[in-house]
T-cell receptor
């Protein structure tokens, strides 16, 4: 089954404790993204990757890092989480192409105390 | 920059009512337009899309027409069901650019 998986689905942590949210896709997609979803703001892109070893900032990259060492994986790293990073996070992937559909993971709800 | 505006809701309807969720956009060039749906506890799923002016996207009884003259892509369904309760996101993607999403519209359908 074609899918994007994320782990963990839920995470409660404390300020400053480094964490990683994993993302994996099995569709051989070149393009992967991370979004955060906040009430009233919709989805905002954090980082994206056009292919292995190619990453770039989205609209809200501050406080986040990513890496793309393999095509299928695109982890999101919070080196020193803060309460304003409490949010619902989605990973997504797609092939290149103007109208290509993005496939989303199930989401990770993060709470930073 | 590119942007998407949509009614935020919440929208509450009775089963079998007619649904319209308005979406307008600002973009350079001719973007592709999308509607995504998010059911409770899940990620977003593509509902329908349109890639050029006057195209109509349709799926599961939902429709939206790409109106370049009014820069709009309103979502409609003739008869909603309780199972349509979800959050609906309008989005665009211009050539070579990333997706831009609207704030989402929460729809509740009552039996």
């Amino acid at each position: 089954e074609a899918q994007v998986t994320q782990n963990p689905r839920y995470l409660i942590t404390v300020t400053g404790k480094k964490l990683t949210v994993t993302c994996s896709q099995n569709m051989n997609h070149e393009y992967m993204s991370w979004y955060r979803q906040d009430p009233g703001l919709g989805l905002r892109q954090i980082y994206y990757s056009m292919n292995v070893e190619v990453t770039d900032k989205g609209d809200v990259p501050e406080g986040y890092k990513v890496s793309r060492k393999e095509k299928r994986n695109f982890p999101l790293i919070l080196e020193s989480p803060s309460p304003n990073q409490t949010s619902l996070y989605f990973c997504a992937s797609r092939t290149s192409g103007r109208a290509d559909t993005q496939y989303f993971g199930p989401g990770t709800r993060l709470t930073v105390l | 920059g590119d942007s998407v505006t949509q009614m935020e809701g919440p929208v509450t309807l009775s089963e079998e009512a007619f649904l319209t969720i308005n979406c307008t956009y600002t973009a350079t060039g001719y973007p592709s337009l999308f509607w995504y749906v998010q059911y409770p506890g899940e990620g977003l799923q593509l509902l329908l899309k349109a890639t050029k002016a006057d195209d109509k996207g349709s799926n599961k009884g939902f429709e939206a027409t790409y109106r370049k003259e009014t820069t709009s892509f309103h979502l409609e369904k003739g008869s909603v069901q309780v199972s349509d309760s979800a959050v609906y996101f309008c989005a665009l993607r211009a050539k070579g650019q990333n997706f831009v999403f609207g704030p989402g519209t929460r729809l509740s359908v009552l039996p």
